[in-house]
Antibody, heavy 122, light 110 residues
């Protein structure tokens, strides 16, 4: 059974960089047909897709966040990471990592982490 | 890209059937069959229920079924059970490697 676990600082100050890591167990981030994704949910709102990275390192980001976000892969540690810079209070959310399955596009997200709340506050 | 629209809440008695709608546009649900549904108990990892509009992953009860008409996808839960009380959300491919999620629906079992 594939498991994903988010980790990172519990609080980020405005204008700083939010950094999160997702550790994958029971599966390999090097496997083909999987897109390792970040998704977030602000309080009281729906989920928002942030971006994804393919096993070969190709990344795609949400148009609304692409100027501030980067996702990277660490195959040796079986992890992938998110960096979101110049954060504001609007970036306060529960952040989820998830595995997306598909060939040309993600067909579905089959495994998710439990999520981690990241408040942005001074 | 705007979020897909879902009713904020839906309720039903045990044994009844309920349907949750997910309304998008011709740029997402109306064009693509990559629509999926998830069950989410707060504090836990979301669980995949339906993918490609109508398909069920192994291990998901056949009480959950999906459909699509035009720009609206739907999730039906038959034989409602207490354990079905949770949040549910939809997701659709929106083209250009972009994905859009629904606003989420809280299901209450009366």
């Amino acid at each position: 059974q594939v498991q994903l676990q988010e980790s990172g600082p519990g609080l980020v100050k405005p204008s700083q960089t939010l950094s999160l890591t997702c550790t994958v167990s029971g599966g390999s981030v090097s496997s083909d047909n999987y897109y390792w994704s970040w998704i977030r949910q602000p309080a009281g709102k729906g989920m928002e897709w942030i971006g994804r990275i393919y096993s070969r390192g190709t990344t795609t980001y949400s148009p609304s966040l692409k100027n501030r976000v980067s996702i990277s892969l660490d195959k040796a540690k079986n992890q992938f990471s998110l960096k979101l810079n110049s954060v504001t209070a609007a970036d306060t959310a529960v952040y989820y990592c998830a595995r997306g399955f598909g060939s040309a596009a993600i067909e579905y997200f089959d495994f998710w982490g439990q999520g981690t709340l990241v408040p942005v506050s001074s | 890209q705007s979020a897909l629209t879902q009713p904020a809440s839906v309720s039903g008695s045990p044994g009844q059937s309920i349907t949750i709608s997910c309304t998008g546009t011709s740029s997402d649900i109306g064009t693509y069959t990559l629509v999926s549904w998830y069950q989410h108990h707060p504090g836990k990892a979301p669980r995949l229920l339906i993918y490609e509009v109508i398909k069920r992953p192994s291990g998901v009860s056949n009480r959950f079924s999906g459909s699509k008409s035009g720009n609206t996808a739907s999730l039906t839960i038959s034989g409602l059970q207490a354990e079905d009380e949770a949040d549910y959300f939809c997701c659709s491919y929106a083209g250009s490697s972009n994905y859009v999620f629904g606003t989420g629906t809280t299901v209450t079992v009366l």
